[in-house]
């Protein structure tokens, strides 16, 4: 039985034994009931700086407003790490499991939150698995609620989180030439997905998980055959070419699964780019953020049941 817990602590060497090639990073996100969206992604090696060290990444994407990006990078001096949970701290910066749930806070230049997000929906960890990118989705949905500060006013806040944890020992560039990420809450069931491309723009390795309060109803993990298979699906239904980094992409983009009596299938429409980073070193990734509009259809138990949202989407471009 997974150990979800120790799944979401520290899995490299700190400080930092190989500065090139190993990674490990925290990530939280929340849409508020203020309208905005929140990330928060804590790194002990950040690959997208030269040369590598911890960081805290914060990005702010108000509701039509242009975005906000903060960024702190400390020495390994001022940076602590739990081997046993996920409890790290920059600094004065931190995120933290307590228990039933998690805290994270963080505050650079007048901008950040303080936010108490609750362990609602199953979690999942690819640990004992090999699989490409090792991930621990410790909450794929849940209650948030407490403190967001915009240039030093601070305000109140609720909504939906999500948390999840990466790490590594070595370069994905080469791998796939792109990934399309995201999820979906509601109420019932959470969609949290990617979509690994090819180097010819085919889908190669589509995934969800696909989870409730108390059940794992599809993970990226289950068999592919025997007397349960799960298959997924992935297919790019319209492209658009972004001017300022030249990639082309998926303006909307169909994504489905089938397990047992569960089946799901997921469009998902580009609605608002909030965010282009460009990645300045080698090798390193360029990255989009999207506000997308979504129609989800789930059958489970020959009963089906569609959901309408609003949700944030990355697409990362691995550059080698």
Known sequence: MNNYVKADATHIDFPISNREEHFEWWYF????????????????????LKPRAPSVR?????????????????PESEVTTSYD???????EEYCRDCGDYYEIYTLI?????????????????????PFPLPWTVAVPSGDIEGEIYKDGQTTMVKGVGYHDHNWGDKNLAGTFKNWYWGKVHTPDISIDYAMFMNDDDTVGMPIAL???????LMTPTDARDGDNPVSFDGEVNV??????????????????????????????????????????????????????????????NNKTKVYNESSLHEIVYLKS
Request: glycine share 8%; hydrophobic share 35%.
């Open 239 to 300: 492209t658009m070419t972004d001017e300022t980094m030249g990639y082309t992409f998926a303006k909307e983009f169909t994504l489905s699964g089938t397990k047992e009596d569960v089946s799901f299938t997921l469009n998902v429409k580009l609605a608002d780019i909030v965010m282009i980073e460009e990645g300045k070193l080698l090798p390193g990734e360029d990255v989009y953020r999207y506000i997308g509009e979504e129609v989800l259809t789930v059958t489970r």
């Open 85 to 91: 949970k996920c409890d790290v701290t920059f600094g």
């Open 109 to 129: 230049e007048g901008y950040g939150a303080k936010l108490r997000l609750s362990k609602k929906n199953h979690p999942f960890t690819t640990e004992g698995v």
């Open 210 to 216: 696909v989870t409730t309060e108390d059940s794992l």
């Open 29 to 48: 996100d929340a849409h508020l009931d203020n309208g905005d969206h929140i990330v928060v992604m804590y790194s002990l090696n950040d690959t997208r």
């Open 58 to 74: 914060l990005n702010i994407y108000p509701q039509g407003k242009p975005d906000i990006w903060k960024m702190t990078i400390y």
